[in-house]
């Protein structure tokens, strides 16, 4: 990626940042990169930095938003992974290999309750994706299950609502025009 354009989302991100709009005050699972190019490849890392209340998290379900595809999910110690997959309605072609079906949905979940993310800890889930080619901003619906009670990470604002508005704001990413030619 040349240097240009680095730092166009480097000052972006901070820009974002600096804006409020998306603080760890106002949502409680964040993306740590919240800007990226359309129809990049993207490291969707999220931050998870309490659980629900005293009581630690069990289990992170991330739903994939429309036009994200190709998800992988990074394993993680003391975690299974459940992959839910959605036949598409039109395949289509990557890399030479016909594709009828896509991940909608990644779960990580605790094995024993030893490794469940106690409620003052602070941990990250990862995967890997495919971003739209349009630019935009795109939402992350991620439910946060613990062991007493849940908290479901899910609101989209309206047209004209702030995200810092909603109570249990989805993670958000802005897709910025994508940089010259198909990155992968």
């Not at 603080?23 to 998870?48: D, W």
């Not at 309490?50 to 938003?65: M, N, Y």
């Not at 991940?103 to 739209?132: C, H, M």
């Not at 439910?143 to 609502?161: F, K, N, Y």
Request: hydrophobic share 40%; with cysteine; net charge neutral.
């Amino acid at each position: 990626m040349p240097s240009n354009t680095l730092k166009f989302v480097a000052i972006s991100a901070l820009l974002v940042s600096a804006s409020g709009l998306f603080s760890p005050a106002n949502a409680h699972i964040t993306l740590e990169y919240q800007v990226a190019h359309a129809g990049s490849s993207y490291k969707a890392t999220f931050r998870v930095g309490h659980g629900c209340g005293e009581s630690p998290t069990r289990e992170i379900a991330v739903t994939l938003p429309a036009g994200v595809d190709g998800a992988k999910p990074m394993p993680k110690p003391g975690w299974t992974v459940a992959i839910e997959r959605e036949k598409l309605a039109q395949p289509r072609s990557d890399h030479g290999k016909t594709v009828t079906e896509e991940v909608r949905r990644i779960r990580w979940s605790a094995k024993t309750p030893a490794d469940a993310l106690p409620g003052n800890f602070y941990d990250e889930f990862v995967l890997q994706a495919l971003l739209p080619s349009q630019a935009g901003t795109i939402y992350w619906p991620v439910e946060q299950i613990c062991e007493q009670g849940r908290m479901d990470w899910t609101e989209v604002p309206a047209a004209g609502q702030k995200p810092h508005d909603l109570k249990s704001p989805a993670a958000a990413l802005d897709l910025l025009p994508a940089a010259g030619g198909h990155s992968h």
